[in-house]
């Protein structure tokens, strides 16, 4: 099956720093989703993004949706030690198929 | 409290023995999905539903069922089970064709021996 390529596959950073991760594909997406997910939990959606060049905040959250269609990248800004998690991202093809691809997962874990 | 629920959240069982991993959802969702993740390989799609009786195959089908006979319910059925299905498995479902949010379950795990 297909998978997105997410990068970094894990990363160490201090408390207060700022974070960014990103996915890429070679296919064409209509919506890009991005998820954290805890230890024994679901993912829980962070933020869902529908529009090429879509520019989207939830707090200390931001994410963009790639002009190109075959991007997206989430940053963090100022970590907390509760940012400590799984980010990864999803991508919904469009017209006529409701499948979604999903990245591998950036592992984050913040030293306080 | 809107929500997901998936059962058991932790199972394990031998090879060959039928089992059913059950999914429900209290929103009203039309779409319904599940997923397995395994180490290194993120979430794949097993099955998918886009409503009652509609039901189509994702990227990891063999080895699974599924089946959607109300909006509300989509179980995933493993009628032979192999080790190669020990994995940790979400219900996922979304409102409708407009929008791309999916909500997740909070997980089965589960171990074939």
């Known amino acids: 099956g297909q998978q997105l390529n997410q990068s970094p596959q894990s990363m160490f950073i201090q408390e207060g720093e700022d974070v960014s991760m990103n996915c890429t594909s070679s296919?064409?997406?209509?919506?890009w989703l991005w998820y954290k997910q805890d230890p024994g939990e679901g993912p829980v959606l962070l933020i869902a993004?529908?529009?090429?060049?879509e520019l989207t905040s939830n707090g200390r959250l931001t994410a963009q949706f790639g002009i190109t269609r075959k991007d997206s990248f989430l940053n963090i800004s100022a970590s907390i030690p509760s940012d400590v998690g799984i980010y990864f991202c999803a991508g919904k093809f469009t017209s006529g198929t409701y499948k979604y691809i999903f990245g591998t997962g950036t592992r984050l874990k913040v030293l306080a | 409290e809107a929500q997901v629920t998936q059962n058991p959240r932790y199972l394990i069982t031998v090879t060959g023995k039928k089992l059913t991993v059950t999914c429900s959802q209290n929103m009203n969702h039309e779409y319904m999905s599940w997923y397995r993740q395994d180490p290194g390989l993120g979430l794949r799609q097993i099955y998918y539903?886009?409503?009652?009786?509609?039901?189509d195959k994702g990227d990891v089908p063999e080895g699974y069922k599924v089946s959607r006979k109300e909006k509300r319910n989509f179980p995933l059925i493993l009628e032979s089970p192999s080790p190669n299905q020990t994995s940790l498995y979400f219900c996922?479902?979304?409102?409708?064709?407009?929008?791309?949010?999916?909500?997740f379950g909070e997980g089965s795990r589960l171990t074939v021996l």
């Open positions: 296919s064409i997406f209509n919506t």
């Open positions: 996922a479902s979304r409102k409708g064709q407009n929008t791309g949010e999916l909500f």
């Open positions: 993004l529908y529009k090429a060049g």
């Open positions: 539903s886009m409503n009652v009786e509609v039901t």
